[in-house]
C-alpha cells in the first residue's frame, strides 16, 4: 500500500491533528505501509491560477467577499503546489485531513480513493470570532463544501458524534460519516510527581474569541475575589492575545496569569501543572483535553461538542455550562480547595485517555477504512493490524 496523508499546513501547531497524524504515518510505516505526509507550506501565497469550480454547488454568487475568496486561493494554491511537488507519483490511497486538501487531491487523483477526515468547523470558529454572520454567504458558501465533499470522496470520517450530527444537517446521507476519535502516542506523554504549593491552572489554545479565554479570566478574578490562590498559564498566540492581557490587568490577576506565547511541544511542560480548564464556546474534539489527561491533570471544560464525549462531570473532570464565568468559577475552586478530588479526577482522566484515545486504537479502525476503501489486494495483510 502506498498511501499520502494530506494536510492543510504544516504539522508544527500543538493539538488537534499535528497531534496525531504524523505518528499515524509512522505507525503505518511500521506495518510496511509506504506512507507520506504532504502539506501546504506558508509561504506558498496566490500561486495558483487554474479555475476551479464544484458539481453540488456554484461559487459564484458568493464571489467577492474576502473569506471566500481567499478560501478558492487558497485551494487553487494547494493544486499548484500538488502538481509541482507531486508530479507523476501515484497512490493506493490519499487521506485527506482538511478539506481543501481532500479537493485538491480528488482533482488531481480522480481514480484514486480519497478518505477524507473532518477535525474541525472553519464556519462555527468565524462565528464566533465575529468575522462572518450565521446564516450569511460566507457561512452558506463553508457549509455547501460539505455536501461537495460528501460527492467527491470516498469515505468521509470525522471525530466526535456531536459533531457528526453537525455534518448531518448538510449532507444527503449522514449515516455514511464514520467517527474516529483521535488517538494520540502515549510515549510524548510524560506525568511527573509533583506538590505545588499554589493550584497551577493551564490552559492550551489558540487566542481566538471561541476559546473563552475571556471567560477563563473572569473566573479567575472571581476566584481571587473569593480568597483562593492559583497562577493561570496561558501557553498559545493569536490575534486577541493583546486584548486578554488588557482584561487580565482590568481584572486585577495580571501578576497572576502568564502569557507564554506559542510552544511547539506544550506537552512537555504541562505534567508540571495541575488543572487543565478551557471553556470553549465550540468544541469538534479538544484533543488538548485529552493529551491533558495523558499528562495527569484533572479537567475542567464547558459542556459543548467533543469536550463532553470526554468529560462525564465528577467522574472523569467537570464540566460547566458555556458562557458562565461563575459555574467555572466554582468548579475551579472545588479543585482549588480539595487537592484529592483534584487527584481523583485526574486518575480517571488517564485511564480513560489511555483505554478511548489509543493511538493503537485509531490505526485498528482506519485500517479497517483503509481496507474498505481501496481495491482488494492492496490493504496488506490483515494479520499484521495494530491491536
Not at 493550584?199 to 473569593?226: F, H, M, N, S, Y
Request: proline share 6%.
Amino acid at each position: 500500500m502506498n498511501m499520502l496523508q494530506a494536510l492543510f499546513f504544516p504539522p508544527e501547531q500543538p493539538g488537534g491533528v499535528s497531534s496525531m497524524v504524523p505518528y499515524i504515518g509512522e505507525r503505518f510505516r511500521r506495518l510496511g505501509w509506504e506512507t507520506e505526509l504532504f502539506s501546504l507550506p506558508k509561504r506558498i501565497r496566490n500561486k495558483g491560477q487554474e479555475e476551479v469550480a464544484f458539481e453540488t454547488f456554484d461559487w459564484r454568487p458568493y464571489a467577492g467577499r474576502p473569506i471566500v475568496d481567499r478560501y478558492l486561493q487558497v485551494l487553487k494554491d494547494y493544486i499548484w503546489w500538488t502538481k509541482l511537488r507531486l508530479k507523476d507519483r501515484k497512490f493506493d490511497l490519499i487521506h485527506a485531513h482538511h478539506p481543501v486538501a481532500a479537493l485538491a487531491m480528488k482533482r488531481i487523483y480522480p481514480d484514486t480513493p480519497v478518505v477524507m477526515t473532518v477535525h474541525s468547523s472553519f464556519e462555527r470558529e468565524l462565528i464566533l470570532n465575529g468575522r462572518i454572520k450565521k446564516d450569511g454567504p460566507e457561512h452558506r458558501f463553508l457549509t455547501s463544501i460539505y455536501g461537495e465533499l460528501e460527492h467527491k470522496t470516498d469515505r468521509l470520517l470525522t471525530v466526535s458524534a456531536s459533531f457528526a450530527v453537525y455534518l448531518g444537517a448538510y449532507l444527503n446521507d449522514p449515516g455514511r460519516v464514520v467517527v474516529i476519535p483521535n488517538g494520540y502516542d502515549e510515549r510524548r506523554f510524560k506525568p511527573i510527581s509533583h506538590e505545588n504549593e499554589v493550584a497551577q491552572l493551564v490552559t492550551v489554545c489558540r487566542l481566538v474569541p471561541a476559546k473563552g479565554i475571556d471567560l477563563l479570566l473572569k473566573a479567575c478574578a472571581e476566584l481571587q475575589r473569593r480568597g483562593r490562590k492559583f497562577v493561570l498559564h496561558i501557553i498559545g498566540d493569536g490575534p486577541i492575545r493583546s486584548e486578554l492581557e488588557a482584561l487580565s490587568q482590568q481584572l486585577g490577576i495580571y501578576e497572576d496569569t502568564i502569557f507564554y506565547g506559542y510552544m511547539l511541544h506544550p506537552e512537555e511542560l504541562m505534567p508540571f501543572f495541575d488543572i487543565f480548564v478551557l471553556p470553549s464556546r465550540a468544541e469538534s474534539f479538544g484533543s488538548v483535553f485529552a493529551e491533558a489527561a495523558l499528562c495527569l491533570l484533572s479537567l475542567v471544560g464547558t459542556d459543548v461538542g467533543g469536550i463532553a464525549e470526554q468529560i462525564e462531570n465528577g467522574v472523569n473532570g467537570l464540566l460547566v455550562p458555556e458562557e458562565n464565568p461563575e459555574a467555572l468559577a466554582e468548579a475551579l475552586e472545588q479543585l482549588i480547595i480539595d487537592p484529592q478530588y483534584r487527584y481523583e479526577l485526574a486518575r480517571a482522566a488517564w485511564n480513560k485517555a489511555k483505554k478511548t484515545y489509543s493511538l493503537s486504537r485509531v490505526i485498528a479502525e482506519l485500517k479497517k477504512v483503509y481496507a474498505e476503501t481501496v481495491p482488494p489486494g492492496l490493504e496488506g495483510d490483515p494479520a499484521r493490524a495494530e491491536t
